[in-house]
């Protein structure tokens, strides 16, 4: 596949995901707090959840190894950021939390595959098989490092908002409190915002359509379902602090 190719398939993805921003905002995607028992057969949780994102990093790999273009150290060292995410977002988050019991739709998980799948196989491919038409400097780039630290800051932010989620709940509560740590005093969902930064991060660390299509459509998924979370606070906790945001602190 050519550059002009690959390119034109990413175009047509963040087209997609900037089509369906409206249906998102409109309809909460139903698992977590916003399930409900109208979307058809279920998966436990943490199958659904293993399921579902395992796909990403096995269709970076599959097509970032077999990718017959030379592969300078910068573009190891992103196909390593985006196992180092998914180590943790498929075989270790859906152990650590508490999702005892409960159920996803099975129509979550399987476009949740397809999402995973499409964006595996564009940033694998890419930087597989066309990272040698970057500039042979591109590690020392500002786009390199300004990217690198938005990233790590990003992932950062992320775990430390999932480790806060995770600690709310004893073993066996399913329930939910008030997060008050950290992020929390000001936006209700800094994993959200963690994650968005972190992608944000990836595309300018790669420079290229795909990993931009990846960051806009975790920013379309993620905005519309942090709005959701927020609004259900407010209607959930009397108490809930009228200045805390949604997702990014003190805008929105
Ligand atoms: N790149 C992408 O497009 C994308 C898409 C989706 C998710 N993600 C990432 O995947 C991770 C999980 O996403 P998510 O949407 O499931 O996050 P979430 O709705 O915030 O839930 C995270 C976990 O914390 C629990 N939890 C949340 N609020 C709680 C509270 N107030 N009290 C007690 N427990 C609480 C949830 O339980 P329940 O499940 O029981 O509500 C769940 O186990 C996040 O880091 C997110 O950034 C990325």
């Not at 590690?139 to 430390?160: D, M, V, Y």
């Not at 969902?189 to 359509?209: K, M, Q, R, T, Y």
Request: glycine letters at 8%.
């Amino acid at each position: 596949m050519t550059i002009a190719e690959i390119n034109s398939i990413a175009l047509i993805w963040i087209g997609i995901a900037l089509v369906l921003v409206p249906v998102q905002l409109k309809v909460t995607a139903p698992y977590g707090r916003h399930s409900t028992n109208q979307w058809g057969p279920t998966l436990p949780y943490r199958t659904g959840w293993i399921l579902m994102e395992i796909v990403s990093p096995l269709m970076f790999c599959i097509f970032f190894l077999s990718g017959n273009g030379d592969k300078p150290a910068f573009a190891w060292i992103a196909a390593g950021l985006w196992a180092c995410h998914y180590l943790n977002r498929s075989l270790i988050y859906p152990f650590r939390a508490k999702m005892g019991g409960k159920r996803i739709p099975l129509a979550i998980s399987g476009s949740a595959i397809f999402f995973n799948s499409v964006n595996g196989f564009l940033n694998g491919y890419y930087l597989g098989n066309l990272a040698s038409t970057y500039p042979g400097n591109w590690l020392f780039s500002w786009p390199f490092w300004l990217g690198l630290t938005l990233f790590i800051l990003g992932f950062g932010i992320n775990l430390q908002s999932d480790n806060s989620l995770i600690s709310l709940r004893k073993p066996g509560e399913t329930g939910y409190k008030m997060p008050q740590n950290g992020l929390f005093r000001w936006i209700s969902c800094p994993n959200h915002f963690g994650e968005i930064i972190e992608w944000s991060g990836f595309a300018v660390l790669c420079w290229n359509l795909p990993a931009l299509s990846f960051a806009a459509w975790t920013a379309a998924n993620l905005i519309p379902r942090a709005i959701s979370h927020h609004h259900w606070y407010k209607a959930h906790f009397d108490n809930y602090p009228a200045e805390r945001k949604a997702v990014i602190p003190f805008v929105l």
